[in-house]
Each structure stands twice: as C-alpha cells, then as structure tokens.
C-alpha cells in the first residue's frame, strides 16, 4: 500500500518497524467521535463529526476534507472515513465485531491495506 501511493523506500521502512499504535475513541453527544491515535510521531487528535463535512490535518499537517459514518450493528458496527486532499482520496474502514476490529485502508486507485486487531 505505501509504496502504491508514492512513500519512499526510507520512510516505508521507517512505518514498517514502528510500534503499532493505540486508539481511543470517545462518543459524545451530537454525533461526534474523539479519536486520539497515541503513534511513534506523539498523539495525533481528530474529532470526528459523523453525517457531515468536516476538515482535518493529518500527522504531516497536510489539509483534509472528510466525510464519516458511523453504521450500528448487534455486535457493534463500522466507521466509514472518506477523506479528499492533495494527496488524493482515502477510505478508512473501522468494522467492529464483537472482541475484532478489523482497519482497512485504500486510496482512490484501489490500493489497500489492513489488520485486524483482537481485545485481549
């Protein structure tokens, strides 16, 4: 996926080896998610506003336009993410089952990436 969307070899490299990070997310009233991804880079904050446009900065700063939903189930649900900006368009995907959470990203190519994570 990284090198799909243009990542050099070093920073690929760099991604590969670093520690994979921890979320928290916290719901509020109004459709807003808190969400802190505590990364190799420090925390990064987004608070995500569900059924509506939003903006945001990714890790590098670089302007977004995002778009999410959030799609309930018994089990739990998904997050869907789109976001547009210079350097292209991406979909997140946060499907929770149960004690699994599976995280898929892809760009607007069609390139994909994913893991899926189990609650100890």
């Given at each position: 996926?990284?090198?799909?969307?243009?990542?050099?070899?070093?920073?690929?490299k760099?991604?590969?080896?670093?520690?994979?990070?921890?979320?928290?997310?916290?719901?509020?009233?109004?459709?807003?998610?808190?969400?802190?991804?505590?990364?190799?880079l420090?925390?990064?904050?987004?608070?995500?506003v569900?059924?509506?446009?939003?903006?945001?900065?990714?890790?590098?700063?670089?302007?977004?336009t995002?778009?999410?939903?959030?799609?309930?189930?018994?089990?739990?649900?998904?997050?869907?993410?789109?976001?547009?900006?210079?350097?292209?368009n991406?979909?997140?995907?946060?499907?929770?089952?149960?004690?699994?959470?599976?995280?898929?990203?892809?760009?607007?190519?069609?390139?994909?990436?994913?893991?899926?994570?189990?609650?100890?």
């Amino acid at each position: 996926f990284l090198k799909a969307t243009g990542v050099g070899m070093m920073q690929r490299k760099l991604a590969m080896s670093a520690r994979w990070p921890a979320w928290d997310f916290a719901v509020s009233e109004g459709g807003r998610i808190s969400f802190v991804n505590h990364s190799q880079l420090g925390d990064l904050k987004e608070e995500i506003v569900l059924d509506s446009t939003y903006d945001h900065k990714d890790g590098r700063g670089n302007p977004l336009t995002c778009t999410a939903e959030w799609n309930g189930t018994t089990q739990g649900g998904c997050l869907v993410i789109c976001r547009r900006g210079n350097l292209g368009n991406f979909r997140e995907e946060r499907r929770v089952d149960g004690d699994t959470l599976a995280f898929a990203l892809t760009d607007g190519n069609g390139a994909s990436w994913g893991r899926t994570f189990k609650r100890a």
